[in-house]
């Protein structure tokens, strides 16, 4: 009984967030501007989903490589000290060796 009326529930939750994640405008993409009598509108581009997250995700892969070898090699504390690395190493790579640019929006 209680599965069910967890399902229930999901479900539920599930039917009403559709519709409302469904709505989007570009309202928020759009600016407007007046000269005179005239508006000038132009929309920008948002940057992708990386392109914002760079920074994490980079070094979450890393992380998690080096997680991964340490623990195939040493066990245990191997998996430690290879997440150790795996972040030093890529907090180099992210932060110093290629570091993010500034963001550009382009007006289309």
Known sequence: MK????????????AVMIPLASVTTASAQTRYYRNGRTYYS????????????RNVMNMAIGTGAGLLLGGLIGGKRGAGIGALIGAGGSALYTYKIKPKRTRNYYNY
């Not at 599965?3 to 599930?14: D, G, I």
């Not at 132009?42 to 997250?53: A, D, G, L, V």
């Open 3 to 14: 599965k069910y009326l967890v399902s229930f529930l999901m479900m539920a939750m599930f």
């Open 42 to 53: 132009s929309t920008y581009k948002r940057p992708n989903f990386y392109q914002r997250h």
